[in-house]
């Protein structure tokens, strides 16, 4: 059975001591509205910092050739090295147990036209995997398919912004579009979903890397190999790995092993590497600030406790007289110090959430500032506990005060 | 009603010890109506503190309606306090944020009783104290006389076997002392007990009976002839 008395009791006095109340309170809120601005724009930095690496896979290794800076076995330096069908072939059959998903890239710039509709575009040529390395999402039709580069069909794949660019409101799927003068049939649309990616990214044409070379070179060609490695990898592990697919490369080139420029891997293990490591640091300082902040609000609510305890000596004293049991008189004064705390914690919450959605911050590093909620709710919990506490100790000592004693008080 | 052999009390003043009652022997039977007297120092307020459960004895026997009150527990003298005694201030001390019924309501509150049975009681008494017109006033928005008849309504609202006053018109002008002590005499009329610790001889005399305090030690006991108040 639930006392309303007692409920009765703790609301009037909140209700009639508003100065008091309010004075406590406040301090509550701005503890936890601290709490919640200091550790949503520590989130928030977090954020930026993450999504500067987003847009592709956070595995993937892409390796670009160039030209040679070191003589080695009788080659001189500035030797030219382009990668071919059959490196990608040696590649994705040597490290097939540590390769997820691989694809060749080849580049090329093209004017497209779709009826008098006229633009300038990058074309992707690629092997199918290339979708999931690069993270493209189909919205309509499908992707390049194994049977396009088995009989080097002239689908090709466009990003959503080629469509706005060429196609307005007419379905593209199906349509033919006019790469320099060549048709091609378009299978599907793309979009790219990942924060930070610019929009040059939607306005790339993919077409099937077999295509590509026979259309516009008739070699067997590859700019660039991407690649993605087993998810089961440690981040140490990758780059042995990435060290090892660069090293392999350099043997099949004869490269010098030092030799910097002439194979060349960006390997996301290390920045996933360098972005821990920062996330790590920055949890730390997040840490301490959250705790810090924790901490001045304890130490706020403690002495606000200790305050009101004193200044209701006399009172005590008078319902200690008219037969209050000392526990009664401990229970009202935790009851209100839980009371104050849970709802101004709640209002600071509100507060610092108001305050962090007010202000546009991305200028500054910040994406998306704020608080889980669960942690917002435990840093509440934390202080009506310590709220609790800080009114305990007093109110036990109050409730121990001989009445004679606390009447006398003025 | 109360008996108290030999009652001894000190005071702790840093090394050297106070001793307030050196003593001390009062019977009290039902119905009586009893001034101590006595100049600031002589202890009475120590005794009455003492006889009101609000402070402890250091040595000898004190027996309130047949029950020793001797090493209680916290929760049990509060528990004596609510059902045996009620308490009049110089100082009315009332809870100055609760309004006239509630400060009344306040003793029944922690006697258990439901709300509304609480609100009828303390309503009663108010009314019984004249103030029933005033009960949603706070306490600052009475007067001294109206204030400790309020104090009043919320010591007889539990109901006590034993009403005590320390120096209840001692805030009060001669008028409205004359007016409380009425009302007093009026509650003995019904069969109240009543303790009144006081320095001022009209109000004693107002009394049946005068207990004199000198140096911690009863001087004089005696009976007399009450100055009724009409």
């Known amino acids: ?410 | 009603m109360l008996k108290i052999n030999n009652l001894h009390k000190s005071y702790k003043m840093g090394d050297s010890s106070l001793h307030v009652l050196k003593g001390i022997n009062l019977h009290v039977d039902k119905g009586e109506m009893v001034a101590i007297m006595g100049s600031s120092g002589s202890g009475k307020s120590t005794l009455l503190n003492i006889i009101g459960i609000l402070d402890e004895l250091d040595s000898g026997e004190y027996t309130l309606d047949g029950i020793e009150i001797k090493d209680l527990t916290e929760k049990k003298a509060a528990q004596y306090r609510n059902k045996f005694l009620g308490f009049v201030f110089q100082s009315f001390n009332l809870i100055n944020f609760k309004n006239a019924l509630e400060n009344v309501a306040l003793p029944l509150y922690y006697q258990g009783l439901k709300r509304k049975e609480r609100q009828e009681k303390a309503m009663f008494h108010l009314n019984k104290v004249g103030l029933a017109d005033w009960s949603t006033h706070l306490p600052n928005e009475l007067s001294g006389g109206q204030k400790q008849r309020v104090a009043i309504a919320r010591a007889l609202a539990a109901e006590p076997k034993l009403l005590l006053a320390d120096e209840p018109t001692g805030a009060l002008d001669s008028a409205t002392s004359h007016e409380i002590m009425q009302f007093l005499q009026q509650l003995n009329d019904e069969g109240k007990t009543i303790l009144i610790v006081t320095h001022e001889e009209d109000i004693s005399l107002m009394c049946k009976r005068i207990v004199r305090l000198k140096d911690g030690v009863i001087m004089e006991d005696k009976k007399i002839k009450q100055n009724r108040l009409t």
Request: aromatic share 10%; net charge neutral; charged share 20%.
């Open chain 1, 1 to 410: 059975m639930i006392d309303f008395g007692l409920f009765r009791e703790v609301f009037q006095s909140l209700n009639k001591n508003k100065l008091r109340t309010l004075l406590s309170g406040f301090t509550v809120a701005f503890a936890i509205m601290l709490f919640t601005i200091l550790f949503g724009i520590a989130n928030g930095f977090q954020n930026t910092f993450n999504n500067e690496f987003a847009g592709d896979a956070s595995n993937s290794i892409f390796i670009n050739s160039g030209r040679t800076s070191k003589a080695v076995e009788g080659y001189q330096t500035g030797r030219r090295i382009q990668f071919d069908n059959a490196l990608y072939k040696t590649l994705k059959e040597e490290f097939s147990d540590d390769i997820e998903f691989i694809t060749g890239r080849v580049y090329k710039n093209v004017t497209a036209s779709f009826g008098s509709e006229k633009s300038n575009y990058s074309v992707r040529a690629v092997n199918p995997d290339h979708q999931f390395i690069e993270k493209s999402e189909m919205v309509k039709g499908r992707f390049i398919n194994p049977l396009d580069l088995k009989n080097n069909t002239k689908n090709i794949v466009i990003g959503n912004l080629v469509v706005e660019d060429l196609f307005g409101d007419i379905n593209p799927i199906g349509k033919y579009l006019d790469l320099n003068k060549i048709k091609f049939k378009i299978v599907g649309v793309f979009v790219e979903r990942t924060e930070g990616s610019d929009s040059n990214e939607a306005r790339i044409i993919y077409m099937p890397i077999s295509t590509a070379q026979k259309i516009y070179g008739n070699n067997d060609y590859i700019d660039q190999i991407n690649l993605t490695y087993n998810q089961t990898l440690s981040e140490d592990q990758a780059i042995a790995f990435g060290n090892k697919i660069v090293d392999k490369i350099k043997d099949i080139f004869f490269v010098a092993k030092n030799d910097q420029s002439a194979v060349r891997a960006r390997n996301r293990a290390r920045e996933n590497q360098e972005i821990t490591q920062f996330n790590g640091v920055l949890a730390i300082l997040v840490l301490i600030i959250g705790m810090g902040t924790l901490v001045a609000g304890v130490v706020g609510i403690s002495n606000i406790m200790i305050f009101i305890v004193k200044e209701r000596t006399k009172e005590i004293g008078i319902r200690k007289a008219l037969g209050a049991p000392p526990n009664s008189i401990i229970l009202i004064i935790i009851l209100e110090s839980i009371f104050i705390t849970a709802i101004a914690g709640y209002v600071g919450l509100l507060v610092g959430g108001a305050v962090l959605n007010s202000f546009d911050l991305e200028d500054y590093w910040i994406t998306d500032p704020g608080v889980s909620t669960s942690l917002v709710v435990a840093a509440t919990i934390t202080l009506v506990i310590a709220g609790t506490l800080a009114g305990y100790i007093p109110a036990k000592r109050a409730a121990s005060i001989k009445p004679i004693v606390a009447l006398r008080d003025e």
